[in-house]
């Protein structure tokens, strides 16, 4: 039977434990401790808290090998993994600890003190991937983590079309160039044009009248004067900017269908074979003669110094002549046709690039220090011009038969970089912009055709088009 004490509190209590040791007081404030301070040891007085955490300065970590003692790496095993991720995980220097059971300044499974900071590292590459930290021989390169640079993108139109009546299609001709001025010449039949770039402004230049006609013009290098050379084999110099003759000089005795400029003199080749040196300082129609070609002078071109010029003939002959020598310094004979594209390396000295017509069909390159030829691509057509990309060391081409297209190549390796085509006939015609990111190109389909081929000095970015040049065809007479 219940006693009246349990009947009370509906509580079932031990013996000898009375209801008012489990009276819960009520409190506020500061005293609220004191209902709870019977229930802590009686050894010492402690805080209440709501989470229990533990302090681990009491922990004994070391006891269970868990701090001062690397783990086991089996004999033959991966020492060279572990050394690898703990450089990635802490830094290089703690990848250069001393092995286990040497004397270490610092426990090996301890971050670096400069994990958090912020460290630029001027000695190298500090990656372990390194081929310093494998050797040579270990299958690792710090190229093989750099991904492949995309190829560069060409349009594969032109940005612009001019029409061009009586464009002559003749492959021993030169009828276009583009001065450092950003004036185009162009000589159509009788008359030179001249098509500013900046405005597309249309300039009749000259005329020869009924009995003659234009067979190569050329702009000197500061732009401001240009030669022609006509069909009866006259080199005349005009001013560009007023339009005036300056000077007539003759000496050839046919027409003259190549000119180029350096510095001071001007160098004509004609079909008379010869080679005449032209100084505008002094009175006579000449200053000197060079005679080395058996055939017609389609190609002329000065080295960068002025130091060489090189000359391509019918005779499928590519000379190279000193600056003050009357013999050639260099014949090179290996071209089986007319050799017309010439161009000298902007980016290496002595490295000169000649083309041959249908018959040859190669680009070749030569060492004009020793006369040896340092490598020759078969392009599958007729190579009517040739240039360098001052921007970047890659060279264009311009072809005839039989599939008139116009090819970009990256030097040394002669890889593709892009192949345009366009023209309905030979390519004869090759120009570059003075920032040397645009061609233009001419051709017998009486167009001149304006690409996009090179980027910029400053950014390998594709040449994007200008408002100025939008797609269209308008006439350059």
């Known amino acids: ?9 509906g509580l079932n209590l031990p013996a000898g434990m009375s209801e008012t040791s489990l009276r819960l007081e009520t409190f506020s404030g500061s005293s609220s401790i004191r209902g709870l301070s019977s229930l802590s040891s ?9 989470r229990f955490i533990p302090c681990r300065s009491s922990s004994r970590l070391h006891t269970f090998g868990l701090i001062d003692n690397a783990s086991p790496v089996k004999e033959g095993g991966n020492e060279a993994y572990s050394r690898l991720l703990k450089s990635e995980l802490f830094g290089s220097d703690f990848g250069c600890f001393s092995p286990a059971g040497g004397n270490q300044s610092s426990s090996p499974m301890s971050p670096s003190k400069n994990m958090l900071r912020f460290k630029t590292d001027h000695s190298g590459p ?6 310093s930290i494998f050797g040579q021989d270990s299958g690792f390169s710090s190229e093989a983590s750099t991904p492949p640079k995309p190829p560069r993108k060409v349009p594969k139109t032109p940005h612009k079309v001019l029409d061009a009546p009586s464009l002559q299609d003749d492959f021993y001709l030169n009828l276009v160039d583009w001065s450092s001025q950003n004036v185009l010449a162009v000589g159509l039949g009788t008359c030179v044009y001249l098509w500013s770039a900046s405005n597309s402004k249309v300039t009749k230049l000259c005329d020869l009248g009924p009995n003659d006609g234009v067979c190569s013009v050329q702009w000197t290098r500061e732009g401001s004067f240009i030669a022609v050379g006509t069909n009866l084999g006259q080199v005349q110099v005009w001013d560009g900017t007023q339009c005036k003759r300056v000077r007539t000089m003759g000496g050839h005795q046919t ?3 190549v000119l180029a400029w350096n510095s001071r003199i001007l160098a004509s080749g004609s079909r008379d074979r010869n080679i005449l040196q032209h100084d505008l300082r002094v009175s006579s129609e000449f200053i000197s003669k060079l005679v080395g070609h058996k055939s017609e002078v389609c190609g002329l071109k000065w080295s960068n110094d002025d130091r060489e010029l090189a000359s391509g003939g019918n005779d499928n002959q590519l000379l190279v002549w000193n600056q003050h020598s009357h013999q050639p310094a260099l014949k090179l004979t290996e071209h089986t046709a007319a050799v017309k594209a010439i161009a000298w390396s902007p980016h290496q000295s002595s490295l000169l690039a000649s083309g041959g017509g249908t018959a040859d069909r190669c680009i070749r390159f030569w060492n004009t220090t020793n006369g040896h030829q340092l490598n020759s691509v078969d392009t599958g057509s007729q190579v009517c011009n040739l240039a360098w990309s001052k921007n970047v060391n890659e060279i264009v081409s311009t072809h005839g038969y039989s599939q008139n297209q116009i090819m970009v190549w990256k030097y ?4 593709k970089v892009a192949t345009l085509t366009g023209h309905s006939m030979r390519v004869l015609y090759l120009a570059m912009s003075p920032d040397g990111q645009t061609i233009v190109t001419g051709a017998g389909d009486e167009t001149l055709r304006f690409w996009n081929v090179f980027p910029s000095m400053k950014s390998p970015a ?5 408002g100025l040049w939008s797609l269209g065809r308008t006439h350059i007479r």
């Open 462 to 466: 594709p040449v994007k088009d200008i």
């Open 255 to 257: 027409r003259t269908g």
């Open 42 to 50: 009686p050894s010492k007085s402690s805080t209440c808290s709501d």
């Open 126 to 131: 500090s990656s372990p991937y390194s081929p």
């Open 412 to 415: 040394p390796s002669m890889s």
């Open 1 to 9: 039977m219940d006693s009246p004490q349990a009947r009370k509190t």
